[in-house]
């Protein structure tokens, strides 16, 4: 035991306060990083601690009144029995042998919240006694304060924690008490004498004048720009966190992760190359679905299970036909980051050696001889499928037991208004296609957005998709594929989550391949829906996505039905094509009525002007429209000028096709042989938007569904002057 000390009680008293205030910095950000509740217990016992220390009791009194005040403290947080009851005393001291035994035994995780925060309680009366000893004895206080400022960086750095007026006042009051210890101990090593009881505050008051003049200066003196880089992307990638992990962070960065247990919360966009792909098509890379949600997330229950599922080319023609192809995946700089395959359709793993796929998740596992392997670079066989829309309409929906047991899951945390709305969605529907496809458009015209950065994260208790369909309907992918699944799921249609990345962006192309860039920021997420004769069958809900799968009519159809949908679909673009055309005889309109005003009146000219102005102003209104037509900047603002004020039902489809011919108008046209649909990700991806495809969407649906809403233009009427503002700008 440490020797009494005779105490100058004013300047000592001065000093260990100081070092209250520095732990308090320790226990301050416990509520915002960890479940800890009661913080105002915990700062009044710890004061309480402090003083006991300070008043030198002995040994075994402090100990006890010590002991005395956790055991009151665990009272206050944990019972509601009268303090002097022998109830709540009795289920302590059991509750505390049980978890002695727990830690005999090694089970830490068992312990419980009362006994960890007894254990808390005796800490904090052990830090009072050592800060009394660094501080008051050994005159040491720079080893407390460098631990408190690392602290304190760490949680502002990789927590929610905002440290901004704490590392403030940690370097102010640490280096007040490191300058006074400092004198203090020179003072006493020399055997100086003082004899003014003040000289602590007079010392005191002079550390924060220096302290404060230093940080003005600091402030208004210039600075340098950051000379490095930001380390924490290469931390983070270094100690393995994943974006997607039951984390406090509330911003993440996005990319495909393998936790998706607590979905929420925004993210920034990460356009790290991951692979680059070969292929004939653009399409959804599928890496695996998962079968179980949790009120928060996903989960997997599926028992392994890798005996070969039935191809679709063994199923009936009439329900879906497939054609058989194949590409190559090569990761960026030959570092694979994944244990398992991305691949689109269905893989052909019968006659693709050496990969397992799980039956459940379709999980694509690479094994050399037994053992699994990681590929940097690989070739694949695939089916991709063609569904016909009819057929599905007609599918059976006696779906097999495992279908039902494992994608029909609901956990109690969804409220019955998610079912309702459900109900409603689909009630004018009698087949499971278009009770999937009236959900899959329900997000596409009932006010939702698509939103990466304002996302919240559900509060303890709340569904995530409840939060999202009812009070936010803002989010991003997982958000809308989730709540699709479960909407499917409260109506009896088995749907499961199904997680890869989306086409990635075109960088070159040959007579028959492709070449695709893969990014983190295309990771995404869709839904799948059973068909008892087909199997699982995508679908794309999040708003500003397209299905890149095919959906047609089955070609038992008539001739005649045939005939009249491809000229439905060819008017559209040959409609396109001559929106230029339009616009130049609008022109040429303007100058045939301005010649025929002059022959009304060739002694006054029009409206009655004196001939010689008029041969001035016919240049001069010549001049005007030939700058207008040339400054692309005043064509674009004079269509949004028009389109903002019509109220017309069909302005949509006219606006639609302004806004095609204003694009090719200032060069970036739709090129030969590229689909509507491939054009709008084009544009999408050329102003980093997704309202091209939005829109393109809505007008597609326009034209070939009747399922569209009377005011359509005033639902994508933002989008579009949106977008028109960007371009032209």
């Known amino acids: 035991m440490v020797e009494k000390k005779t105490m100058n009680l004013g300047r000592d008293f001065f000093l260990y306060g100081l070092g ?19 913080i105002r217990v915990f700062v009044i016992f710890t004061s309480l601690f402090f003083l006991i220390t300070f008043l030198q009791l002995p040994l075994a009194v402090s100990m006890v009144v010590k002991l005395g005040l956790s055991i009151y403290g665990i009272y ?6 009268p303090f002097f009851a022998l109830d709540w005393l009795l289920l302590f001291v059991a509750e505390m042998g049980v978890n002695l035994g727990f830690i005999v035994g090694g089970n830490f995780y068992a312990l419980t919240d009362m006994f960890r925060s007894f254990l808390f309680f005796v800490l904090l009366s052990i830090m009072s006694y050592l ?3 660094w501080i008051v004895y050994m005159r040491r206080a720079l080893f407390f304060l460098v631990l408190t400022i690392i602290y304190i960086t760490v949680l502002d750095t990789f927590t929610a924690y905002d440290a901004s007026m704490a590392i403030v006042r940690t370097f102010v009051v640490g280096f007040v008490l490191l300058g006074l210890v400092t004198i203090y101990r020179k003072m006493e090593r020399e055997g100086v004498r003082v004899g003014s009881r003040y000289l602590p505050l007079r010392l005191g008051l002079m550390l924060v004048a220096v302290i404060g003049i230093s940080s003005i200066l600091g402030f208004a003196f210039p600075k340098l720009d950051p000379q490095w880089d930001d380390p924490m992307p290469f931390m983070r990638a270094a100690v393995g966190l994943d974006p997607y992990s039951d984390s406090v962070e509330v911003v993440q960065r996005i990319g495909y992760g393998d936790s998706d247990g607590q979905l929420g919360g925004g993210f920034i966009d990460d356009e790290t190359t991951v692979f680059y792909v070969t292929a004939p098509e653009a399409q959804y890379w599928r890496g695996e679905t998962k079968d179980f949600y ?6 997997t229950t599926t028992p392994e299970q890798v005996q070969p599922q039935a191809p679709l080319r063994t199923a009936t023609e009439n ?3 497939v054609e058989q192809r194949r590409a190559e995946v090569q990761f960026e700089d030959g570092q694979a980051r994944y244990e398992h395959l991305f691949y689109p359709g269905q893989l052909d793993s019968s006659e693709t050696a050496g990969i397992v796929v799980d039956a459940y998740t379709e999980k694509a596992t690479t094994y050399s001889g037994s053992s699994p392997t990681v590929l940097t670079r690989y070739e694949i066989d695939y089916y991709y499928p063609t569904y016909y829309i009819d057929q599905l309409q007609q599918s059976s929906e006696v779906d097999p037991q495992n279908i039902q047991d494992y994608y029909l899951q609901l956990p109690d945390s969804v409220p019955q208004r998610v079912y309702e709305l459900a109900e409603g969605i689909v009630s004018e529907y009698e087949n499971r296609y278009d009770q999937a496809k009236a959900i899959e458009n329900y997000f596409q015209r009932s006010g939702f957005r698509y939103e990466t950065t304002d996302v919240p994260i559900p509060e303890d208790g709340q569904d995530y998709v409840d939060q999202f369909l009812f009070e936010t309907q803002a989010g991003y992918c997982d958000n809308f594929s989730t709540s699709m699944v479960v909407l499917l799921r409260s109506v009896g249609i088995p749907a499961r989550w199904a997680k890869g ?5 075109l960088v070159d192309s040959t007579n028959e391949q492709n070449v695709y860039e893969i990014r983190n920021s295309n990771a995404h997420s869709w839904v799948e829906v059973y068909f008892p004769e087909v199997g699982w069958v995508p679908f794309e809900p999040t708003r ?12 038992v159809d008539n001739q005649q039905n045939t005939e009249i949908e491809q000229t439905d679909r060819e008017e559209p673009l040959e409609t396109v094509e001559n929106e230029e055309q339009e616009v130049e005889d609008a022109f040429a309109e303007l100058e045939e009525a301005s010649t025929e005003e002059v022959a009304i009146s060739p002694e006054n000219g029009a409206g009655g002007l004196p001939f010689p102005l008029w041969w001035l102003a016919l240049p001069l209104l010549i001049l005007c429209m030939a700058l207008f037509a040339g400054n692309k900047k005043l064509v674009g603002l004079a269509l949004i000028g028009y389109f903002r004020v019509t109220r017309k039902e069909d302005a949509f489809v006219h606006a639609y096709k302004r806004l095609l011919w204003y694009l090719n108008y200032i060069g970036l046209g739709k090129k030969q042989g590229e689909t509507l649909r491939e054009y709008a990700v084009r544009i999408d991806q050329e102003w980093s938007t997704e309202t091209m495809t939005t829109l393109t969407f809505e007008y597609e649906r326009l034209l070939y569904s009747s399922d569209v809403p009377a005011n359509c233009w005033e639902h994508v009427k933002g989008d579009w002057l949106q977008l028109m503002r960007k371009i032209s700008s």
């Not at 209250?20 to 009661?38: A, C, K, Q, R, V």
């Not at 206050?76 to 029995?81: G, P, Q, T, V």
């Not at 949790?294 to 989960?299: D, F, I, K, M, S």
Request: aromatic share 22%; glycine share 10%.
């Open 20 to 38: 209250f205030l520095l732990l308090m910095e320790w226990l301050l950000p416990l509520p915002s990083i960890t479940d800890t509740g009661y």
């Open 76 to 81: 206050l947080i944990f019972y509601e029995s």
């Open 131 to 133: 800060l009394f000893y």
């Open 294 to 299: 949790t009120g928060r997330g996903w989960e």
């Open 319 to 321: 329900l879906v036909s």
């Open 501 to 505: 990345f989306t086409a990635g962006t």
């Open 544 to 555: 500003g996505f397209t299905n890149e799968f095919d959906f047609t009519e089955s070609p």
